[in-house]
């Protein structure tokens, strides 16, 4: 059995299959950043407007195709005799949809709803609306199943575990500006694994090797 390998994921690795990474997007959504329109408080204010940016999200990835990069690690994954943890920060479904298994969401999903009230999750519609009733609860307290800026990331237990049972970190299309996301390669150096970029351009984190260039050819180059 190989050394397990953890692969933490960005918005890089979707962006050859048409979707923007934040900064691309200079951070603006309809004049408003980013950072204000992903968080609960945003929600609190203005959820009509936090439900359009995410149907306009889930839509926009509903369109996309995977790319050469995605099915690569799904290839990866099933070829490699050893663990593989796909950990990504993205909410889109790309990686499962190019056979990856067991993505590791950490940011939520944008396919997903979830509703406060009572903490039921299902396949979001394709438009989401305030009112719409939890089909578990009947309450009107349903958001998209994302993790929003001050919220803490899923899975954080199983993505530790999954760090300390490997010997390879890869950091794939993320420029490590958001935490905790950004402190793995850190993790991963003081548990000693080797680790590894591969960005568009390096995002200027340490790291034992990089490899620059777009996803969709530096991806296929290392996993083959
Ligand atoms: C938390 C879902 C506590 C929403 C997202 C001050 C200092 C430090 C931290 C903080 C601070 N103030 C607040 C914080 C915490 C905050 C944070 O880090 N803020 C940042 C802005 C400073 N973090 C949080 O709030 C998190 N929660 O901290 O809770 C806690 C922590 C641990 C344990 C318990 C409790 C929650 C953060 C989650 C927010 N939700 N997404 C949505 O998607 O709408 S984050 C969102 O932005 C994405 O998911 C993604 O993670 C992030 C953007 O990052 P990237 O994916 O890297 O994208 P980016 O555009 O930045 O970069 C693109 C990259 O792609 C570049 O490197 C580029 O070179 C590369 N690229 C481009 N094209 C290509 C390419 N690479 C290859 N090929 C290409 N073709």
């Given at each position: 059995m190989a050394g397990g390998i953890f692969i933490l994921s960005g918005a890089g690795l979707s962006a050859e299959s048409g979707l923007r990474t934040f900064r691309a997007a200079d951070g603006l959504w309809e004049d408003?950043?980013?950072?204000?329109?992903?968080?609960?408080?945003?929600?609190?204010?203005?959820?009509?407007l936090v439900q359009r940016f995410y149907n306009m999200r889930?839509?926009?990835?509903?369109?996309?195709?995977?790319?050469?990069?995605?099915?690569?690690?799904?290839?990866l994954q099933a070829d490699y005799d050893g663990p593989v943890t796909l950990v990504t920060q993205n909410?889109?479904?790309?990686?499962?949809?190019?056979?990856?298994?067991?993505?590791?969401?950490?940011?939520?999903?944008?396919m997903g709803a979830l509703c406060s009230a009572c903490d039921h999750r299902w396949a979001a519609p394709m438009e989401m609306r305030v009112s719409d009733p939890c089909p578990s609860c009947g309450m009107s307290h349903t958001r998209p199943d994302i993790v929003w800026f001050g919220e803490i990331p899923y899975h954080m237990d199983a993505i530790q575990n999954a760090?300390?049972?490997?010997?390879?970190?890869?950091?794939?299309?993320?420029?490590?500006?958001?935490?905790?996301?950004a402190g793995?390669?850190?993790?991963?150096?003081?548990?000693?694994?080797?680790t590894l970029e591969l960005n568009l351009e390096a995002s200027g984190a340490m790291f034992d090797a990089?490899?620059?260039?777009?996803?969709?050819?530096v991806v296929p180059d290392w996993v083959s």
């Open positions: 408003h950043r980013v950072e204000d329109v992903a968080t609960p408080e945003a929600f609190e204010r203005d959820p009509e889930r839509a926009q990835a509903a369109a996309a195709m995977p790319n050469a990069a995605h099915e690569a690690l799904a290839k909410v889109d479904d790309l990686l499962e949809r190019s056979g990856a298994r067991e993505v590791i969401h950490m940011h939520g999903s944008v760090l300390e049972n490997s010997d390879l970190f890869v950091s794939i299309g993320t420029s490590g500006m958001v935490y905790p996301a793995f390669s850190q993790m991963a150096r003081q548990l000693g694994l080797k990089v490899i620059e260039g777009p996803a969709t050819q």
